[in-house]
C-alpha cells in the first residue's frame, strides 16, 4: 500500500511539473509574439515618418 501511494504522489508531482514547464512555454511564445508586434509597430511608424518627411521635402 505503501508504494502505491509513493507512486500516486510521484505521478502528481511530474504531472504538476510537466503542466508548469507548458505554462512557461506557452508565456514565452505569447512574449515573443507582443515584442515582435511592437517592434512591426514600431517600423510602420518609422516608415509613415520617414514617408511624411519625404513629402515634406519633396513639397516647394
Given at each position: 500500500?505503501?508504494?502505491?501511494?509513493i507512486?500516486?504522489?510521484?505521478?502528481i508531482v511530474l504531472i504538476v511539473a510537466m503542466l508548469a514547464?507548458?505554462?512557461r512555454s506557452t508565456t514565452r511564445e505569447n512574449s515573443a509574439d507582443a515584442i515582435?508586434?511592437?517592434a512591426?509597430?514600431?517600423m510602420?511608424?518609422?516608415e509613415a515618418e520617414a514617408?511624411?518627411?519625404e513629402n515634406q521635402a519633396?513639397?516647394?
Amino acid at each position: 500500500m505503501r508504494w502505491l501511494r509513493i507512486g500516486t504522489v510521484l505521478v502528481i508531482v511530474l504531472i504538476v511539473a510537466m503542466l508548469a514547464v507548458a505554462w512557461r512555454s506557452t508565456t514565452r511564445e505569447n512574449s515573443a509574439d507582443a515584442i515582435k508586434a511592437r517592434a512591426e509597430a514600431q517600423m510602420q511608424r518609422i516608415e509613415a515618418e520617414a514617408q511624411r518627411l519625404e513629402n515634406q521635402a519633396a513639397a516647394p
